[in-house]
């Protein structure tokens, strides 16, 4: 009797232990599950903003090109550069008319994607208040940022995240079209935007004391005087002197002209000629292209190869006058302010365009930077000495300091 009874008091204690065990596992369990669901929506509005980051940047890019591309083809700029962007990037659209590169990869479209991720995932989710705003972040980078408030939740775990995102996306302009070339040639000649800012695109190497009334351009062989032993008439000679040895003589006169490092000049020379040019076998490199400046001139011996490849591959450099990449989808040739203090600004080629024109391109007296061209500035003409036959039409403007930024301020003429 006494152990039937000490069982029952036993099982009256053991059970009830037992029931509290349970009912604590149960609802540790509970709280396990609802912190994993609490971590997965979390990571899913931490996704939605990373994805937006990738998102804006793709279409961005798309955005401008069907910008320019809606130039080409209608001939006419954007009223609102910043205002038709955003109407491609959340719409797909172009002043109502969807535009193929984003008519199926807009804000919308992208919306409704993250929306059946969300749903399959269990969660409801409301994208509210997007703002959107695009602008130069610099020369050749177009910032989009966009901003939105996310309300995702979980209705049966009766939890939800209210957070507001931020994606900023810096677009470069390199290799998408400058909308002024087509707006300003009806339409026939297309330039593709490169960026190339030399330290230098035009350098004085070394400065003579005698030099001839002759000037001309070629590539640089650099010979001391004692071992000539012929020469090319397609190159300039650098050398220490020139000797006072008839034979010597001969062999420097066969070349193109000559740049000597000592003042002496023989009588009769007649090359074109730059002497006492202090340590010109160091300063100027072998097979350089380089153009010796007359008197009464410099009396220089300059480098202009900086220079001609800008205007032979239409790079491209930052300014602070000409049109910066939004203004010039508006269709303005000056920097406005309007997307900040960010321009561009490139030569123009006149063999081309005369080309496409049908023009006289060797009539031409208008300066050659891209924007002073087509707001018909006058520019002048620099000594080259036959460099390259880009300076058969190149001119240049005096304004927004030119002459100097290009250094050739000291070969002007006129």
Known sequence: MKGLLYSIMAALIIIPIFGIMFFHSQIGQKNIDISIRANELKYFVDSIETDLGRFIEITGKRALISAVSNITVTGLPLDDAELRLAELIENG???GVPSPLVETNNLNTWEQKINTLANNAGFYLVLK???MNITQNDSFNISFKIKALVNISDTNAKMGVLRNITAISLVSIEGIED???PLNTLGRVFRVI???NFTNYSKALVQGINASFTSV????????????TSSDPNKILVTDVIPNDPGKIAIISGFKGVVAEDSYVPNGFSKPYITGALNARTLIQENETIYLDPKPYTKRVWDLQNLTLTIQNDYYKPSTVGASFLDRLEGRLSLSGKYGQYGLESFVNLTEIASALGQDYTTNTLSCIDYKYWSDT???AIRNGNYDPVFNWFKIDSEDNHEIIYGVKDLIIG
């Open 93 to 95: 659209t172009l002043r």
């Open 129 to 131: 208040g997007i703002e």
């Open 179 to 181: 909308p002024l070339f």
């Open 194 to 196: 490169r960026f190339y």
């Open 217 to 228: 351009s070629g590539n640089a062989t650099i010979i001391n005087s004692s071992d000539l």
């Open 378 to 380: 006058p520019g002048k």
